[in-house]
């Protein structure tokens, strides 16, 4: 007999939605499956909030369906394992991340990169096997397969863990699949946000010199005191970046919205490489003759797979590299978000949803 839809989701979850193309957030009751053979259950005790999270609330990248629960940036205990589970056991801290699903059997599961599986399952806004919705961390709960969870060290204070689970290793993955990791090289960073400010750290952690290129001068001090760059460039003074032109082997570009390619391209040596991480809702222009001249290269990366999540969690840990973040009230989601698009954030918001998230 075929069960109803509560039969299989039983486990009551409270969260907050996006219920239009305004964004805002409210209170949502839902469903999720009951813990499966291969699936962790954890109490959801905090989540990062993403910049992509904006995007897709907001449908800045025409995908979004409402109801929609936000969050990707998920640590939580473990409060139930499935009878298959070997990864994890009640009471472990654990993390979750964009993903929470893929084939297993394609090229890319094959090489560890799940992230590029053409059937990946997005922890949110997305449709899972069982035709239901994925709703994302900005809830009490979650129910996840355990190759999707990673273990979070013992050493990172679980609040500033949770951005690297997207953040983190956003900007992790490409510096190492682009040889942008040598001690030594010079790298560039633009957009000193969530992602932004993470890469410096990991930039320093690998013995790089690094420069920040921002619109304005006001994160100069931060970002040389605290973070530790070498460089502030400001993007809008010309002579700045005049001055710094052909100094960078590579550039982590994190910037949220449409801007020109070609000042950035001329900060790279020859060969450098330029790499997009930021997902900016509109094409970008691109300058082909600056490409051409100094053979420069132009990559992009997407997360990173569920292998190379896990490594960067762990080296994050040996390296005391966390997120710098601002604990928020979940009632407090909507004036973040206004907040996130201002770029008024150092460096990212992170939900206490363990203490904050009172159901209704
Ligand atoms: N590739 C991926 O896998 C991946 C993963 C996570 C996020 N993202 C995307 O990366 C981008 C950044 O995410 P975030 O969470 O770090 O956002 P954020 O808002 O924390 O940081 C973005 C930074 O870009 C700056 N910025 C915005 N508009 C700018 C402009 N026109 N010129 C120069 N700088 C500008 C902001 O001041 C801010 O410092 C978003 O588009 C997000 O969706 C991509
Ligand atoms: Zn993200
Ligand atoms: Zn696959």
């Not at 989601?333 to 363990?354: H, S």
């Amino acid at each position: 007999m075929m069960k109803s839809p509560d039969e299989e989701h039983p486990q009551k979850v409270f969260g907050w939605a996006a219920r239009d193309t305004s964004g805002v957030l409210s209170p949502f009751n839902f469903s999720r499956r009951v813990n499966g053979d291969n699936d962790i259950t954890l109490d959801v005790l905090y989540c990062g909030i993403c910049h992509s999270d904006l995007h897709s609330i907001k449908n800045e990248w025409n995908n979004a369906v409402y109801p929609m629960v936000p969050g990707h940036e998920i640590v939580g205990i473990v409060t139930e394992v499935g009878s298959n589970v070997t990864k994890f056991k009640v009471g472990d801290k654990v993390g979750v991340g964009c993903m929470v699903g893929s084939c297993h059997s394609c090229d890319s599961c094959a090489q560890d990169l799940e992230n590029y599986c053409s059937k990946i399952m997005l922890t949110y806004n997305f449709e899972y096997y069982d035709g239901t919705r994925t709703y994302g961390g900005y809830s009490n709960k979650f129910v996840v397969n355990e190759h999707f969870g990673v273990n979070v060290p013992d050493n990172i204070p679980l609040d500033a863990a949770a951005p690297l689970l997207c953040a983190g290793i956003t900007v992790y993955s490409p510096m190492k699949y682009f040889g942008l990791s040598k001690p030594g090289m010079h790298l560039g960073v633009v957009g000193l946000g969530g992602l932004g400010h993470v890469a410096v750290k990991f930039a320093k952690a690998f013995g790089m010199k690094v420069t920040v290129i921002s619109t304005s001068i006001r994160k100069k001090e931060e970002a040389i005191d605290r973070l530790g760059a070498d460089v502030f460039l400001v993007s809008r003074d010309p002579d700045q970046m005049q001055a710094a032109m052909g100094t960078l082997d590579g550039i982590i570009n994190t910037v949220s919205a449409p801007h020109p390619l070609l000042p950035l391209i001329c900060l790279l040596k020859n060969d450098g490489k330029l790499i997009m991480v930021g997902a900016p809702d509109k094409p970008l222009e691109l300058p082909v003759f600056s490409l051409l001249i100094g053979r420069k290269v132009i990559g992009a990366s997407c997360i990173g797979g569920m292998k190379e999540t896990q490594e960067m969690l762990n080296f994050a840990a040996k390296h005391n590299i966390t997120a710098d973040i601002e604990v928020i009230p979940m009632d407090y989601v909507n004036t973040a978000m206004e907040r996130l698009a201002k770029g008024d954030v150092r460096y990212r918001f992170v939900i206490d949803v363990g203490n904050t998230l009172k159901s209704s």
